[in-house]
């Protein structure tokens, strides 16, 4: 069964870090192209990181540049989300996506076209 299921999320003040997880079973996560895109309440979604397996291109939102990183244990089919310098508007469920069946270049939207995403996981920065 192909599957993403990401953790990590939480409550935390502004200022400081979380890092989200999604791990993968069924495919394997270093062959196909990874996007984390977000939804706050009430607003529309936003793609946050798009890393391609198809050329290696990296895309990062403008929001997000120099406060998020990605990384990824291949040993266990995880990557990840390290989020610093969170803000409020960094409030949102965040998901993970990606799809065996699709390498392509990284984009702000990438993750529509990827049709396996994780449960979401709520992140909350408040004080």
Same mark, same amino acid.
């Given at each position: 069964q192909v599957q993403l299921v990401?953790?990590?999320g939480g409550l935390v003040q502004p200022g400081g870090s979380l890092r989200l997880s999604c791990a993968a079973s069924g495919f394997t996560l270093d062959y196909y192209t990874i996007g984390w895109f977000r939804q706050a309440p009430g607003k529309e979604r936003e793609g946050v990181l798009c890393i391609s397996s198809l050329d290696g291109s990296i895309y990062y939102a403008d929001s997000v540049k120099g406060r998020f990183t990605f990384s990824r244990d291949n040993a266990k089919n995880t990557v990840y989300l390290q989020m610093n310098n969170l803000k409020p508007e =960094?409030?949102? &469920?965040?998901?993970?996506?990606? =799809?065996?069946? &699709?390498?392509i270049a990284a984009s702000s939207d990438c993750y529509r076209y990827l049709e396996v995403w994780g449960q979401g996981t709520l992140v909350t920065v408040s004080p």
């Open positions: 990401e953790s990590g =960094d409030t949102a &469920v965040y998901y993970c996506a990606s =799809d065996p069946g &699709v390498r």
